[in-house]
């Protein structure tokens, strides 16, 4: 069983820069792919970005490409998602997940953490 634990969500103005963390309590990090979901009020949760097992490889949505990077730590069990130039469209919660499959897919869930970002 793989548990998540998301921090480091707030209130920032349009513009501004949030740093989210990922804490996984698993054995070993590398075994998962992760990634970051985001689900805004009254819309389907969505992928944002993705990173490969050793972090060799990531995949970003349009929406948030130059703007967002994914980064882990096997060795701290954790991943962050460093979000700069942050737009009011960017508000949601955003959720990690893990899979041991790839892809954009997510087998864990963490219980999400909120971004606002004010105009």
């Known amino acids: 069983q793989v548990q998540l634990v998301e921090s480091g969500g707030g209130l920032v103005q349009a513009g501004g820069s949030l740093r989210l963390s990922c804490a996984a309590s698993?054995?070993?990090?590398?075994?998962?792919?992760m990634g970051w979901f985001r689900q805004a009020p009254g819309k389907e949760r969505e992928f944002v970005v993705g990173?490969?097992?050793?972090?060799?490889?990531?995949s970003y949505a349009d929406s948030v490409k130059g703007r967002f990077t994914v980064s882990r730590d096997n060795a701290k069990n954790t991943v962050y998602l460093q979000m700069n130039s942050l737009k009011p469209e960017d508000t949601a919660v955003y959720y990690c997940a893990a899979t041991i499959r790839g892809g954009r897919r997510a087998d864990y869930w963490g219980q999400g953490t909120q971004v606002t970002v004010s105009s």
């Open positions: 698993v054995r070993t990090l590398s075994n998962y792919a």
């Open positions: 990173i490969s097992w050793s972090g060799g490889s990531t």
